[in-house]
Structure formats: structure tokens, C-alpha cells
């Protein structure tokens, strides 16, 4: 029996990691909804998700990234690993050096540089994925005062996390670590008869330190790209130093708080609509099979 129960644990949860890289087939799609949702990494069930890790275990060489998502994302992108892409749209492909320049830009909104109607529009960032257009996106117009590396001496322009959590690198990532966006294919599998989560694409987005500014969007990952850089970053469980968890299963596992945002195309407006709209995709999936 414990031989059984065991099988049954193996083979669900590597059914959930390869049917989340592997989604189904189109022809087994029987239904199917694009959802972006959005995490709050204020909260606590979200804060593992940028921990940063102390030099009291730097010796735990078990994971290569220890500065949380959004620095394993920046280190990947500045390594070559994979590229980005421009939020608004996906066939523009963005470096590490683009991605600087952008930085530069939404710093510079902040001196009154930039176009502050650029960002995630008068909803707060409720609106659909597409989004507006944010401008020439790659011209300097207001000074950089992003670099901690120079100022406090934290170590090597390749250093991108200091001893005790500090942060050495090219700017400040304090901005990219309050607010992610993720899109996703909700698919009722009709073989398996089952709800897949078939991520796609991770959004990086932008808010200002004076809570005044609107939010803006940074760039987008396409999820098949980082999954490699995910399962070699760590997710610090915060009760048992012996249960930590790679970013990828944090997201396949669904170790997280998020709500939705955009469902298909139909934006949502208020947090009320956005646990209505996912409760009717939960009863959906549990009705859809009924006898």
C-alpha cells in the first residue's frame, strides 16, 4: 500500500512538471482560457520568491541563484542565457543592455524626464496584457542614480548579490521586486480529464518607491526559456532549512498567492471580480465531468 501511495506521488508530480514544459496537444484541448495573474510579492506567502539569501549559507551549493526571481531572471538575461522581449510586443527581442536603458528611462520619469502616462494606464495595473505603448523606450532622458555597485563599493560589476542580501550590479532592483505578472493557458486536458497549467511568459514590472507614478511594464520572459535558470534558483522555505524548492516548482507546484487580472481578453477591475472570475473557472473544471 505505501509502495502504491508512493507510485501515485511520483507519477503526479512528474506528470505536473512535464505537462507544464509538454502541454497538451491542440487536438486535446476540449476547453482552454488565457489567464494572466498577478503576484504581490509584498505578501507573505510571496516573499520567498525574492529572499535573498545570507553568507551563513553560502555554502549550500545545491542551488547557483540565491537572489530571488527577479535577480535570477537579470543574471540570466546579462549571461546570454536567454533574451527578453518588449511587453507590447513579443517579436522584439531586448539584452541586457536594452533592458538598462529602459531602467534609465522610468528612472528619469521620476525627475520629470519621462512620459508618466505611459505606464499600466488608470487602472493600476489591471489592464490587459497587450497593454499601451510606452515610447521610444530606449533613450536616456534623465540620470541613472541606480548604481549601488560604484557608490557602496559591494563588490565586482559582475557581482550581482553581496554578502548579508546586499546588492551589487547595474542598478537597483527594488522597483522590479514588488509586483510580477505571469500568462498562462488554462487547459482542460480532454485525455486526462484534468485542468493543465501550461505557463508562458513571466512580465517584470515596474513601480515607483513614491507609490505616486503608475506602474510600467519592463519586459517579458518567455517561460520555456527560464525554466532552465529556475530549477537552479532557490526558493527559501522559511520554516525548514531542509525543504527548500527550485523558482520552477514553485510555480508548477503552485506555492503562491496571486489573483487574476485578465481572463481571454476581459480585463478585470477590482479584487472582488477577480476571486469571482477565478471561482467560476474552479467550479467549471469541477462540473465539467458531472454524471
Known amino acids: ?23 497538451p496537444r ?35 551549493s545545491t542551488y547557483t541563484e540565491k537572489e530571488g526571481l527577479v535577480m535570477a531572471l537579470f543574471t540570466g538575461l546579462k549571461k546570454g542565457k536567454f533574451v527578453a522581449y518588449h511587453p507590447d510586443s513579443l517579436n522584439v527581442a531586448l539584452s ?8 534609465q528611462t522610468f528612472e528619469g520619469s521620476l525627475s520629470g524626464g519621462g512620459d508618466f502616462d505611459a505606464g499600466m494606464g ?15 523606450d530606449f533613450v536616456d532622458d534623465g540620470d541613472d542614480w541606480g548604481e549601488f555597485g560604484d557608490d557602496l563599493d559591494l563588490g565586482g560589476e559582475d557581482d550581482l548579490g553581496g554578502a548579508m542580501g546586499g546588492f551589487s550590479g547595474d542598478f537597483d532592483p527594488g522597483p522590479f521586486e514588488n509586483v510580477i505578472h505571469f500568462v498562462e493557458n488554462r487547459i482542460f486536458d480532454k485525455n486526462r480529464s484534468d485542468m493543465v497549467y501550461d505557463i508562458e511568459f513571466i512580465e517584470i514590472i ?6 505616486t507614478l503608475p506602474e510600467k511594464r519592463l519586459c517579458t520572459f518567455r517561460y520555456k526559456d527560464v525554466m532552465e535558470t529556475l530549477e537552479q534558483s532557490q526558493w527559501k522555505n522559511r520554516f525548514n532549512d531542509a525543504q527548500y ?47
Do not use: C
Open 122 to 136: 488608470d487602472s493600476g495595473g489591471f489592464d490587459d496584457f497587450e497593454g499601451d505603448d510606452f515610447g521610444d
Open 1 to 23: 500500500m505505501q509502495r502504491l501511495i508512493l507510485f501515485s506521488f511520483l507519477f503526479l508530480a512528474f506528470g505536473l512538471q512535464a505537462f507544464a514544459q509538454f502541454p
Open 96 to 103: 541586457y543592455d536594452n533592458i538598462l536603458q529602459r531602467i
Open 26 to 60: 491542440q487536438d486535446d484541448h476540449f476547453w482552454r482560457r488565457k489567464v494572466v495573474n498577478r503576484i504581490d510579492l509584498n505578501e507573505k506567502i510571496n516573499a520567498p520568491l525574492i529572499k535573498r539569501e545570507s553568507q551563513y549559507y553560502t555554502d549550500n
Open 245 to 291: 524548492r527550485t523558482l520552477r516548482e514553485v510555480f508548477e507546484l503552485r506555492l503562491f498567492h496571486s489573483f487574476i487580472t485578465d481572463v481571454s481578453g476581459v480585463g478585470v477591475r477590482t479584487l472582488d471580480e477577480a476571486e469571482l472570475r477565478r471561482q467560476q473557472i474552479v467550479e467549471f473544471e469541477h462540473h465539467l465531468w458531472s454524471y
Open 206 to 211: 515596474w513601480t515607483d518607491p513614491g507609490e
